[in-house]
Each structure stands twice: as C-alpha cells, then as structure tokens.
C-alpha cells in the first residue's frame, strides 16, 4: 500500500476497497464478523484471497455472518446456512442438509450394465437412468438401494463408488424459490 498512501480512497477501484474494507473489520481482532458482500467486485484471485482469510478466522473459532448472492462461495465458506426470500425465513440447515437429495442417490460403475438388466429396468418402470458410467437412483430407502446395488453386483456389473446426490446450493436455492413462487 506503500504506493497509493497519498491516493484519496473514493480512487481505489472497487476490489481495493473491498479489501480495505475487510482490514478495517479485522483490525481489532473481532470474535464476530458481519459481512455483507465482502468478494463483490473482486478479481478471482483476490476472491480466493479473502475466502482463504474468512476459512482461517472460522478455523481460529470466529463467528462469521455472510451475505452473498455467490452462492458457491457460501456453500464453500459457510457451516450454517439460512435461505431468505422477500425477508422472509424459507430454509435453514447445514450446506449438506440443504443439498443433499433425499431419496436420490448415484453409483458409479467401472462396467458396462448388461441389457438385460437396462431391460429389466425399463420394463418395471424402475427409477434408474444410466448416464455414461453414473447409475442416478431414485429410491424410497436404503433396503432399495442395497437391492439395486445387489442387482447390479448379480449382473457383474463393477461399482466404483455410491454416493448421495447433492445439489449445488445455487440449484437448491433456485428450487426453493421454484417452490415460493408457486
């Protein structure tokens, strides 16, 4: 800053100012952050600057509150989120607990389905599609699931990985609102 000491601040671009703006709330070394916006208008490293900083005070126990519309930068920052639309409460939970799909779950596979099981699939209307080497499954319980997974092992068919389907938080919040609207 050396530089720019004699530079009036209403001249900083609007990243600068950002930045000087978050020195000045952590100046005293706070145990509560309020944050509003504190990325906008800052370039991409600068944005991984501040996440680095804000991720480090969470580490050393502070509390942060974040507004933001950048909805992935919460989801990477944040252990508690709350959803507002118009003032008003919609959602709250965790970032897994907003993201994950409940009963949606995917499996990746390191083989080829046989047909007669993608037939067999078809044919009951079971809740399976295969996209390229990911099984997505829509099933009611974890006792579908294993029976699904015990298909598949019957077929020969070689699991990888099985995992719930998570949204991104962007995608659940636009759902959320989907859901208010109507």
């Known amino acids: 800053m050396e530089q720019w000491r004699k530079m009036k601040i209403k001249k900083y671009s609007k990243g600068m100012m950002q930045r000087i703006g978050l020195a000045q709330a952590l100046i005293n070394d706070p145990q509560l952050l309020i944050l509003d916006e504190p990325t906008d208008g800052v370039d991409p490293l600068g944005r991984k600057d501040i996440r680095d900083i804000l991720l480090h005070l969470k580490q050393q126990g502070k509390t942060i509150f974040l507004n933001s519309h950048l ?38 596979i390191a083989s080829v389905v046989p047909d007669a099981l ?18 997505l499954a ?18 020969g068919v070689l699991i990888e990985s099985v995992s719930k389907k998570r949204s991104s938080l962007e995608d659940m919040f636009l759902q959320v609102l989907k859901k208010e609207a109507a």
């Open 71 to 108: 909805l992935s930068e919460v989801e990477q920052i944040c252990d508690r989120v709350a959803i507002l639309n118009k003032g008003k409460l919609v959602r709250l939970g965790t970032v897994r607990e907003l993201t994950e799909n409940e009963h949606q779950y995917t499996i990746g």
């Open 118 to 135: 993608r037939m067999q699939w078809e044919a009951t209307r079971a809740p399976v599609t295969l996209q390229d080497a990911v099984i």
């Open 138 to 155: 829509n099933v009611p319980d974890a006792a579908s699931l294993n029976a699904l997974i015990d298909q598949l092992r019957a077929a």
